[in-house]
């Protein structure tokens, strides 16, 4: 950092964003320190709230200049540590940047700031007919960041994930320039493509802030069929469970087609490590599905009930169940705050919770959840694991969910050990970790082709030249 003076960075931080928008003060960083997850707070030095783009430029033009590091901050809901500062600097909060600009009700579009939260959007959206994949997550969580961030949804065995629903993007690049890719590039009233233009969306997303700053997106909304029909089942084992969701999963038939082990079936998770009953299976499913037509909703059910009877007639343990109305209402009804807090899930735990999310082919996540299963029960740790398909059957998100007690370190650092533990497990049998703190970075990067790598490096390196956004986290 070129500036030692704390106050003269404050000084001109304030000139930029105004009196009210700017401090040091300690209480306040505080705040922007931590999240819920394993990760070691760290303060930042400064935290602003900006408005605008231009006060977007004028923060990371002098950043740049005084090599400064920037953190760009949305809702701060991550459980993975995204946006902890690791080497102190400006936190630039933008959740002051929530205005939907356009909803294009014709060509099924919508623009949107940073700041604007699925519960905003879902808001304004409903009374169009018209939806996203609104993630099982709060409500108040920020759908850029979701989405430049491959986050998932409840879309996404249709439409694939919340990163392949955008359609153009503004950005600030970390030395002030504004930038825009895809159809508004070319007409600034134009956000409905990506295509048939170079694809350089690529430079912003999954970097975890740390090529620039996304001050505008442009997303696909898509009209709401009025039938909703619930297909629910349960198996003994997750070998049983895999069968079945690849099964029905060739038929694209489904909007979320999701499995959760019996821990993560218990809300809240239990902490420590408790077993599973005899009689309970240990793996649910719900299957989604959204119609235009009774018909349409028919020719469903008559895939699923030949699915379900194929299963069956492999000997396998699936029971078709019934899931509890309440649930049926969280997993249907988003944005919902009855599961959509990650509070919820970790009130045994005492306020932290982790992950290893990971993206891992379908034909792989019963060796991987028997694993994870030992591991995590060695470490008095529930295997409360979540598996959803995504668009076709190749792969989708296994993900353990795992609370902790974030007031022991120790407890603390056991969650840490035996969730990097899961992550190299899953690394080897071909699955990538998703919002990577920086401990699986460094995993990742140990397994990395040399040449993927020295192209990261360089992407970095053209788009950021001083290392001042969100350093660190990438791992490199």
């Given at each position: 950092?070129?500036?030692t003076?704390?106050?003269?960075?404050?000084?001109?931080?304030?000139?930029i964003?105004?009196?009210?928008?700017?401090?040091?003060?300690?209480?306040i960083?505080?705040?922007?320190?931590?999240d819920?997850?394993?990760?070691?707070?760290?303060?930042?030095?400064?935290?602003?709230?900006?408005?605008?783009?231009?006060?977007?430029?004028?923060?990371?033009?002098?950043?740049?200049?005084?090599?400064?590091?920037?953190?760009?901050?949305?809702?701060?809901?991550?459980?993975g540590?995204?946006?902890?500062?690791?080497?102190?600097?400006?936190?630039?909060?933008?959740?002051?940047?929530?205005?939907?600009?356009?909803?294009?009700?014709?060509?099924?579009?919508?623009?949107?700031?940073?700041?604007?939260?699925?519960?905003?959007?879902?808001?304004?959206?409903?009374?169009?007919?018209?939806?996203?994949?609104?993630?099982?997550?709060?409500?108040?969580?920020?759908?850029?960041?979701?989405?430049?961030?491959?986050?998932?949804?409840?879309?996404?065995?249709?439409?694939?994930?919340?990163?392949?629903?955008?359609t153009?993007?503004?950005?600030?690049?970390?030395?002030?320039?504004l930038?825009?890719?895809?159809?508004?590039?070319?007409n600034?009233?134009?956000?409905?493509?990506?295509?048939?233009?170079?694809?350089?969306?690529?430079?912003?997303?999954?970097?975890?802030?740390?090529?620039?700053?996304?001050?505008?997106?442009g997303?696909?909304?898509?009209?709401?069929?009025p039938?909703?029909?619930?297909?629910?089942?349960?198996?003994?084992?997750?070998?049983d469970?895999?069968?079945?969701?690849?099964?029905?999963?060739?038929?694209?038939?489904?909007?979320?087609?999701?499995?959760?082990?019996?821990?993560?079936a218990?809300?809240?998770?239990?902490y420590?490590?408790?077993p599973?009953?005899?009689?309970?299976?240990?793996?649910?499913?719900?299957?989604?599905?959204?119609?235009?037509?009774?018909?349409?909703?028919?020719?469903?059910e008559?895939?699923w009930?030949?699915?379900?009877a194929?299963?069956k007639?492999?000997?396998?343990?699936?029971?078709?169940?019934?899931?509890?109305?309440?649930?049926?209402?969280?997993?249907?009804?988003?944005?919902?705050?009855?599961?959509?807090?990650?509070?919820?899930?970790?009130?045994?735990?005492?306020?932290?919770?982790?992950?290893?999310?990971?993206?891992?082919?379908?034909?792989?996540?019963?060796?991987?959840?028997?694993?994870?299963?030992?591991?995590?029960?060695?470490?008095?740790l529930?295997?409360?694991?979540?598996?959803?398909?995504?668009?076709?059957?190749?792969?989708?998100?296994?993900?353990?969910?795992?609370?902790?007690?974030?007031?022991?370190?120790?407890?603390?650092?056991?969650?840490?050990?035996?969730i990097?533990?899961?992550?190299?497990?899953d690394?080897?049998?071909?699955?990538?970790?998703?919002?990577?703190?920086?401990?699986?970075?460094?995993?990742?990067?140990?397994?990395?082709?040399?040449?993927?790598?020295?192209?990261?490096?360089?992407?970095?390196?053209?788009?950021?030249?001083?290392?001042?956004?969100?350093p660190?986290?990438?791992?490199?």
């Amino acid at each position: 950092m070129h500036v030692t003076n704390k106050d003269v960075v404050l000084s001109k931080l304030v000139s930029i964003v105004g009196p009210k928008n700017a401090t040091a003060a300690k209480h306040i960083r505080y705040a922007y320190s931590y999240d819920m997850s394993f990760v070691q707070p760290k303060l930042p030095d400064y935290v602003v709230l900006v408005s605008t783009v231009e006060e977007v430029q004028g923060v990371l033009r002098y950043a740049n200049q005084e090599k400064i590091p920037v953190v760009p901050y949305t809702a701060g809901t991550n459980i993975g540590g995204l946006t902890i500062p690791e080497r102190g600097g400006i936190l630039m909060d933008l959740k002051r940047m929530n205005r939907i600009i356009t909803i294009d009700t014709e060509s099924h579009y919508a623009v949107i700031e940073p700041g604007v939260s699925h519960a905003q959007l879902a808001t304004a959206l409903y009374p169009h007919q018209l939806r996203f994949g609104w993630p099982v997550g709060p409500p108040s969580a920020s759908v850029s960041s979701c989405a430049i961030s491959h986050g998932i949804g409840g879309l996404n065995a249709r439409y694939g994930l919340n990163s392949q629903e955008i359609t153009s993007m503004e950005v600030v690049l970390p030395t002030g320039e504004l930038v825009r890719v895809g159809s508004c590039a070319i007409n600034p009233d134009a956000w409905h493509s990506l295509l048939p233009f170079p694809q350089m969306d690529g430079l912003f997303k999954g970097w975890l802030g740390s090529t620039g700053v996304v001050t505008k997106l442009g997303i696909t909304v898509h009209p709401i069929p009025p039938v909703l029909k619930v297909f629910t089942v349960s198996c003994r084992n997750v070998e049983d469970m895999v069968s079945y969701m690849m099964n029905l999963a060739t038929y694209e038939i489904c909007d979320d087609l999701t499995a959760v082990s019996w821990w993560l079936a218990q809300v809240p998770i239990p902490y420590p490590y408790k077993p599973k009953p005899e009689d309970p299976p240990e793996w649910f499913s719900f299957a989604n599905t959204n119609s235009f037509t009774e018909k349409e909703k028919e020719a469903r059910e008559e895939i699923w009930e030949t699915v379900v009877a194929e299963e069956k007639k492999k000997g396998t343990s699936i029971e078709v169940t019934q899931y509890p109305e309440e649930a049926l209402r969280a997993r249907t009804q988003l944005p919902s705050q009855i599961v959509g807090s990650t509070k919820n899930y970790c009130k045994m735990g005492g306020a932290g919770i982790s992950w290893p999310g990971t993206f891992t082919p379908a034909n792989k996540w019963a060796p991987v959840y028997n694993d994870w299963k030992k591991i995590l029960i060695e470490h008095n740790l529930s295997p409360s694991i979540r598996m959803s398909m995504y668009r076709g059957v190749h792969y989708g998100m296994l993900r353990a969910m795992i609370p902790f007690n974030k007031k022991s370190p120790q407890e603390t650092e056991n969650a840490r050990h035996a969730i990097v533990e899961c992550l190299k497990v899953d690394l080897e049998h071909g699955g990538m970790p998703y919002k990577p703190p920086v401990d699986f970075a460094m995993e990742i990067n140990q397994r990395a082709h040399p040449g993927y790598l020295e192209l990261l490096k360089r992407i970095k390196r053209m788009l950021d030249p001083n290392d001042i956004m969100n350093p660190g986290k990438l791992g490199i």
